[in-house]
């Protein structure tokens, strides 16, 4: 089993479920991704393990739909709780149902970088 796919595995249980890591693992981000938000919700076991296998791993190139996943996260938390994209997002909802919510509710800057994804081929 890949060394990264094991530490996200085994530590996943113990991750808040409404935090920006967990919602980084459902959403598939890159490990230096997962790893980011661990440092910055102070699970540095997490993210120590995880540069440290990083490190001693190959480095993969950038996967766009991860990219694209990851800055969904980001923007998810300037989003009200009881909006309906903050919570597809938050659930790793298909990226299709994350932006038709985003039109519905008038983000449109949500739905544009989805839109200008999609037409790059990066979904």
């Known amino acids: ?9 085994e530590t996943k249980g113990s991750i808040p479920t409404n935090s920006r890591t967990a919602m980084a693992i459902r959403n598939n981000c890159r490990p230096e991704t997962v ?7 102070g ?3 997490l993210a120590a393990s995880l ?3 990083l490190e001693v791993g190959e480095s993969k190139s950038e ?10 996260i980001e923007l998810q ?3 009200p709780t009881d909006c309906q994209t ?15 919510a985003a039109e519905e509710e008038g983000l449109v800057s949500i739905a544009a970088m989805l839109a200008e994804a999609e037409q790059e081929g990066e979904l």
């Open 1 to 9: 089993m890949d060394p990264i796919k094991r530490i996200i595995d």
């Open 35 to 41: 790893a980011a938000f661990a440092v910055q919700e």
């Open 51 to 53: 540069f440290t296998a």
């Open 63 to 72: 996967n766009p739909l991860a990219c694209v996943r990851s800055r969904l």
């Open 77 to 79: 938390s300037t989003l």
């Open 86 to 100: 903050a919570k597809l997002i938050s659930t790793g909802a298909r990226l299709e149902d994350i932006s038709e």
């Open 43 to 45: 699970l540095q076991t």
